[in-house]
């Protein structure tokens, strides 16, 4: 009621529902039994909106795609820095409850706990030791953090990148939904499954990256870099379990500019072309549609219609992730399974990679 009398104080709300209603979602395309799809996020942290939108909302419509979908909560990534143990092992059951209450289905998909399958890290070791040192050290991500950490960063942040190519090639994956700051890994993913089949003969598929349309959600405080989990400004990220009045706040507070117009200009106008990309992600209309529908509306106002539509949006996401966290049981036998799975998938194919190289 209190978020209700805002609306209705700020006098903006009559435009806000025409916003929302989006096109009719296209039939889903049939399954292809020959492709294999793999993805994995590290139960660190909570989901925000960048996860969702650049990640999450693919993997869940890839589920209705394919018949081998593959999610791993990788654990073995998060503990490349510090983390508390019991802080640890209730995350990977959160992550899973905010996965499952996004959509991944374990009837549909195999939802399972990276550190569970031991394949991944044996399979790791092998690919560890086919790629030279310079080109690990000339990874991106591997410089920014260790400039971060002040070149303190362990061996485990210097070689999770080949673990990532066990992840993938543990199930022949086919294909890999990714952002844009995983292509220079996925480019080594591909590089190391050419480089064993060109010395042991054809064995591994040589994956492809699917990036989604909305490949990068920017920070509400400052624009030029992207959502994190770990931004020290709590006003600059939207997680999923957010309540109305916080994320109404977190919008009145995104960076834009001195120009009221809304439009779309990436190049010029960051902040407000951020706030549209986002309401064009989450009500399912065209960048276009949402700068037409939005004439005569300045960016004060327009930044609480964002804010509504991403309310809407979360509402039944969040409430589910509640209902899920209740039930440890269920999330630990959800895990359970996945893993049992996928295990199933990734045994054969290590034995295989270990006869090709010799030590079976």
């Known amino acids: 009621m209190a978020l209700l009398s805002m609306r209705k104080a700020r006098g903006c709300w009559s435009v806000i529902r025409a916003f929302h209603k989006g096109p009719e979602p296209p039939p889903a395309p049939q399954k292809d039994s020959m492709e294999r799809i793999f993805s994995g996020i590290q139960p660190t942290g909570i989901l925000h909106l960048g996860n969702y939108l650049g990640a999450i909302e693919s993997w869940v419509r890839l589920q209705d795609e394919y018949d081998t979908v593959l999610y791993s909560i990788v654990d073995l990534h998060s503990i490349t820095i510090p983390q508390d143990p019991t802080i640890l092992r209730q ?76 992840d993938v090639l543990s199930y022949k994956s086919t294909h890999v939904p990714v952002g844009e700051d995983q292509i220079q890994h996925m480019e080594l993913v591909q590089d190391l499954a050419q480089g064993f089949n060109k010395k042991y003969g054809e064995f ?8 989604t349309s909305m490949k990068k959600v920017k920070s509400l405080r400052d624009p030029s870099s992207k959502m994190s989990k770990s931004d020290p400004d709590k006003l600059a990220t939207i997680r999923i379990t957010d309540s109305p009045e916080e994320i109404v706040q977190k919008f009145r507070k995104a960076v834009t500019d001195f120009t009221s117009e809304v439009t779309y200009d990436p190049a010029s106008r960051e902040g407000v072309s951020n706030m549209v990309s986002i309401h064009a992600a989450v009500t399912g209309l065209t960048t276009e549609e949402v700068v037409r529908r939005s004439t005569g509306i300045d960016t004060a106002r327009y930044k609480l219609v964002v804010a509504d539509a991403v309310i809407e949006k979360f509402a039944p996401i969040k409430n ?13 036998k959800v895990l359970q399974a996945g893993s049992a799975k996928a295990k199933e998938l990734a045994y054969p194919v290590l034995q295989e990679v270990k006869k090709l190289v010799g030590i079976l």
Not at 112 to 119: A, D, G, K, T, W
Request: charged share 20%.
């Open 91 to 166: 995350s990977i059951l959160d992550m899973t409850a905010a996965l499952l209450a996004c959509g991944i289905n374990p009837e549909k998909s195999i939802l399972f706990q990276q550190s569970q399958v031991s394949e991944h890290t044996q399979l790791n070791w092998i690919l560890t030791c086919m790629v030279r040192l310079p080109r690990l050290q000339h990874l991106h991500q591997w410089k920014a953090k260790t400039a971060k950490q002040k070149h303190d960063g362990t061996v485990g942040l210097l070689t999770y990148p080949v673990l990532q190519a066990a």
């Open 204 to 211: 591994f598929p040589v994956p492809k990256s699917i990036l």
């Open 320 to 332: 589910e992730i509640e209902k899920l966290k209740m039930d440890k049981e269920y999330l630990e």
